[in-house]
């Protein structure tokens, strides 16, 4: 996550999302699909705009406890979130000024600020900019034609990217009148992953560091670079003119954007974090400008920094991250000297949890973790603690949980603590047998023209679904452009069963028009064996899919997304769309 993007406008993740600018300097975004919108990074809740101080937000974010058994790792909370600060604006923040905490955006207690709110938003005309780093959303999005007018409405528009796309070229796309579309847009070319350095996380928590294969063409740059040189901009413009908040700019670490460069490995020792002032701890004192050794010491008043607690020890001598050491002495695939893995590089999270009471593995082939000889011995350890048998010292292994303990349904959710089966939005069946609730009550339904409907309803008879395929990546931005890749997977197809394209009337390669309530897609039939009817509450339901990997820029003939079926709707908690099941209608093309 960037601090750059934040304060133009983004919550998200560095080379990723999309940001928009609501009115003239209240500035809200999103991350892929919205679903981080949440958290600040290493897992720190968003402020809400109730959180006016930074106390405040310590008081109604940091869990407690009154179990001596429980490390209640979350108690550190504090530490982590002025360490953030001190990292975005260094010198800046102060105790005095609450360490810039003011200067974060904040969120609407109780709203969501997730992709479908931002693009509800911009499609009923609050939003006035928008930025699109590195996606494409205009095929991307669910209910896609909602996302293209909404797109409409704007004053300007930021596309970042590396080729032209259905987002940056909306204006001129289908159904589009040029001459009527007043939004500015600006295209702004950067290079692909493979022509710029830094680091990959995969959701095996391993921090890969990549190293640049190429230059960029042209004049393309590391997305880095154009948030920098914006950035320099904008703070030379407060400069001169002057503007209004100006604190959060000006005060912004001057070496995030020096020179208009965004360096990694300076940003990557600064997520690590320094010492900010010589400070003691123990028998050892470390001094200013130190890079702190590990997140157990970082601290709540302004003396260290820390991008994001969760890499600290990332890079401190020496850049962890780009290791290569393929030593795997469990035997289970950990492979400690490969990479680093966040937090200290631990591979297994709760591996305290696989032991006993005394420290032994609990299954012997999964050892993932042993106490011997007064020490932990394989993965490192989820705490330093001994085993509970020690009932002074030892601690529960669930340690970021206030109870200690661990637990398959929790509070918290938007819908309830305990798993309930609901129907989708759009389903073929009018009651749900598991529930007397047939879709789920939280779920986001939005109210706009754009935002039509249709369950049993005999227009669209059939389930959708979206999927992947293995030759395209996401919307096919970059795959689209690779003519072997195309070759391959030439164009937009559906693939039904072969019972469906009897009834239908339909064969195999003949074109297919597939329509929902929100819009329609020609589409190549693939009649195929994989997809076979259900019985579903006694009557015959038939399912299509399709990939959702094309849309009209480029080939000439390959379709248009998937998603201009899809619903604006998704799971209430993290907003993801609901682009797996919806309803749609099948014809043969220039048929019924």
């Known amino acids: 996550m960037s601090i750059i993007q934040l304060l133009l406008g983004n919550i998200g993740q560095a080379g990723g999302g999309v940001n928009a600018l609501r ?32 106390t405040v937000y310590k008081e109604k974010t940091t869990p407690k406890t009154k179990d001596p058994m429980s490390a209640n790792w979350w108690g550190n909370r504090p530490k982590y979130i002025t360490s953030l600060l001190k990292a975005f604006f260094g010198e800046a923040a102060t105790k005095d000024n609450d360490f810039g905490y003011s200067w974060l955006p904040k969120i609407d207690d109780g709203k969501p600020y997730s992709w479908l709110d931002i693009f ?44 032209d796309n259905e987002t940056g070229s909306f204006w001129k796309g289908p159904g589009v009148d040029p001459k009527k579309c007043k939004t500015e847009v600006f295209f702004l070319p950067c290079v692909a992953s493979v022509e710029k350095e830094g680091s990959l996380s995969n959701s095996g928590r391993w921090m890969q ?9 042209g004049q393309c740059l590391p ?7 914006l950035f320099e901009k904008v703070r030379a413009l407060y400069a001169k003119d002057g503007g ?24 990557a020792k600064l997520i690590n974090g320094y010492f900010e002032a010589d400070v003691t701890i123990g028998d050892k004192t470390y001094k200013k400008g130190t890079p702190v050794p590990a997140f157990a010491m970082l601290q709540a008043d302004g003396s260290t920094s820390s991008g994001n607690w969760l890499y600290t020890q990332s890079y401190t001598d020496k850049n962890l991250s780009a290791r290569r050491g393929k030593k795997d002495p469990t035997g289970l695939g950990l492979y400690p000297e490969w990479s680093w ?51 002074k010292a030892g601690k529960l292994p669930f340690i970021m949980r206030a ?56 227009r669209f008879p059939f389930v959708g679904t979206t999927y992947r395929v293995t030759e395209h990546w996401q919307t096919g931005l970059m795959t689209r452009w690779q003519p072997w890749l195309l070759e391959c997977e030439p164009q937009m197809f559906v693939e039904m069963s072969e019972e469906l394209a009897k009834l239908k009337g339909i064969k195999n390669g003949e074109m297919c028009v597939v329509s929902s309530a929100r819009g329609k897609v020609d589409c190549v039939a693939i009649v195929t064996k994989r997809f076979k009817p259900f019985i579903i509450q006694g009557q015959l339901v038939h399912q299509v899919g399709f990939p959702w990997h094309y849309g009209w820029v480029h ?19 993290t907003r993801i769309p609901e682009s797996k099941a919806f309803m749609v209608n099948v014809a043969k093309k220039g048929g019924k």
């Open 403 to 458: 109870d200690g303990l661990g637990a398959i349904f929790g509070p918290g959710l938007a819908d309830g603590p305990f798993p309930e089966h609901y129907e989708p939005l759009e389903c073929p069946v009018e009651k749900n047998i598991m529930s007397g609730q047939r879709i789920n009550p939280t779920a986001p339904v939005f109210k706009g023209e754009a935002d039509a409907f249709a369950s049993c309803d005999p």
């Open 244 to 267: 209004a908040f100006p604190e959060p700019i000006k005060g912004l670490r001057p070496e995030l954007t020096k020179g208009g460069h965004f360096d990694p490995h300076a940003v």
């Open 555 to 573: 080939p000439k003939h390959g379709g248009d997304s998937a998603n201009l079926l899809t619903p604006s709707t998704g799971d209430p908690n």
């Open 341 to 391: 893995c966040w937090p200290v590089n631990r591979r297994i999270l709760y591996n305290r949890a696989s032991v006993d009471t005394y420290g032994r593995p609990l299954d012997d082939k999964k050892n993932i973790l042993e106490w011997k000889d007064g020490k932990w011995v394989g993965d490192i350890p989820d705490g330093p603690w001994p085993p509970m048998s020690d009932t």
């Open 223 to 229: 997305d880095g670079d154009i948030m920098a040189k």
């Open 209 to 217: 560091w990549r190293y640049k294969a190429a230059d960029g063409p």
């Open 23 to 54: 009115g003239e300097s209240n500035v809200q975004g999103s991350t892929d699909q919205g679903l981080l919108f949440h958290i600040l990074p290493g897992y720190l809740p968003t402020p809400a705009a109730s959180m006016d101080t930074l």
């Open 120 to 163: 509800d938003e911009m499609y009923n005309g609050k939003i006035k900019g928008f930025f699109s780093w590195g996606q494409n959303p205009a095929c991307s999005g669910a209910n896609s034609n909602k996302t293209r007018a909404a797109l409409a409405k704007l004053d300007w528009l930021v596309n970042v990217n590396l080729f």
